[in-house]
């Protein structure tokens, strides 16, 4: 059993990993945020990495936390919603033993991301996985397999072959193997039970009903007439091995064999529109805390009327933000990613 902890020094075990999008650097905003609203539970329908639902968690919130990316909602499954199972020494050092197997990893992806030795590694552990675990420790494993592969990549994305990107840093010279027993370290030692039963989803953001009482805390995907907000074009491997490739079907045409994306109403101008009006319509009873962009469409002040014409009162707050990825070559180097960040605080 793991011991009961509601202090945010809990926060700072979160496993650190480069992500698209991450709020990681805008906790303390968003917590202070949250301190001025009133609720029971939490809600995080576009969660991504997990952070901010385990920030609410650490500080004593029951949390529901929903990705449509079936590696971002393993990785909440394996630390909100697991609250005291850890994925045991005999299993960590089994795999790390696994003399490796030249499967579907190796055979399709040989040459565009890692050595061999790496995607034999990679094949041996998937099947390890699914054939010795289940449950929590499952999610533990593919989640620790999963970042051992971001941290290994250079820039930590997959649109892109080789290792031109490659720098001589510490994280792109150890092996995944290495990687791997590192990141089940990092989240086992982040299990943490508050008390409260917080729960994982795997499905449509518009598709979770509101609880009363609930705070609403939505970092929905950035909208850019500059840039794509494509998660799936920068992380289609990982989120092929979190699914072992199942039901997904290769575009072996493409360099970097990735597949097709899902399908979000983020990815264009109009949906992303229709968009928020349903999700400040379904959540019209809740107090809500909205991330956004100073960079990004809906503009602020098209995003407070649509909040104000449902009755809503709205109060913004900015931060200044230098963010890893977006709009790369469509600014000036010296101003590269610096957006002013919003936070929409929704009575």
């Not at 101008?269 to 349903?278: N, S």
């Amino acid at each position: 059993m793991t011991p009961t902890v509601t202090s945010s020094n809990q926060i700072d075990l979160f496993p650190k990993t480069r992500y698209m999008g991450s709020k990681s650097k805008l906790l303390t905003a968003i917590e202070f945020a949250s301190s001025r609203l009133t609720f029971d539970g939490v809600c995080d329908p576009f969660a991504g990495t997990g952070v901010v639902s385990y920030m609410y968690k650490a500080l004593g919130s029951r949390v529901r936390t929903n990705d449509h990316m079936k590696m971002n909602s393993l990785a909440s499954h394996a630390l909100i919603e697991n609250s005291e199972i850890l994925l045991d020494e005999g299993s960590i050092e089994n795999i790390v033993a696994l003399s490796g197997t030249r499967g579907f990893i190796s055979r399709t992806f040989e040459d565009i991301y890692f050595s061999e030795a790496d995607n034999n590694f990679l094949d041996a552990t998937r099947l390890y996985i699914d054939e010795e675990l289940d449950g929590y420790a499952k999610s533990i494993a593919i989640t620790a397999l999963v970042r051992a592969c971001v941290k290994k990549r250079p820039r930590g994305i997959f649109t892109y072959t080789g290792t031109r990107y490659n720098d001589g840093r510490r994280d792109l010279a150890l092996s995944l193997r290495q990687h791997f027993v590192e990141q089940c370290s990092a989240i086992n030692s982040a299990v943490f039970d508050n008390g409260l039963r917080s729960i994982s989803y795997n499905t449509d953001a518009l598709s979770l009903d509101a609880i009363d009482g609930e705070l609403i805390y939505l970092d929905p995907p950035y909208f850019s007439e500059h840039s794509d907000n494509d998660y799936v074009r920068r992380y289609h491997f990982v989120e092929g091995l979190a699914r072992n490739w199942e039901g997904l079907t290769l575009q072996a045409h493409t360099k970097t064999k990735k597949f097709r994306s899902y399908e979000t109403p983020f990815s264009t101008r109009a949906g992303t529109y229709q968009a928020f009006e349903k999700i400040f319509s379904k959540y019209s009873k809740n107090p809500m805390l909205l991330s956004y962009s100073s960079n990004s469409l809906p503009s602020k002040t098209e995003l407070e009327n649509m909040l104000r014409n449902q009755g809503r009162t709205v109060e913004v707050t900015t931060t200044e933000h230098l963010y890893s990825f977006g709009t790369q070559n469509t600014v000036p180097s010296g101003q590269r990613n610096r957006v002013q960040e919003y936070l929409f605080i929704v009575t």
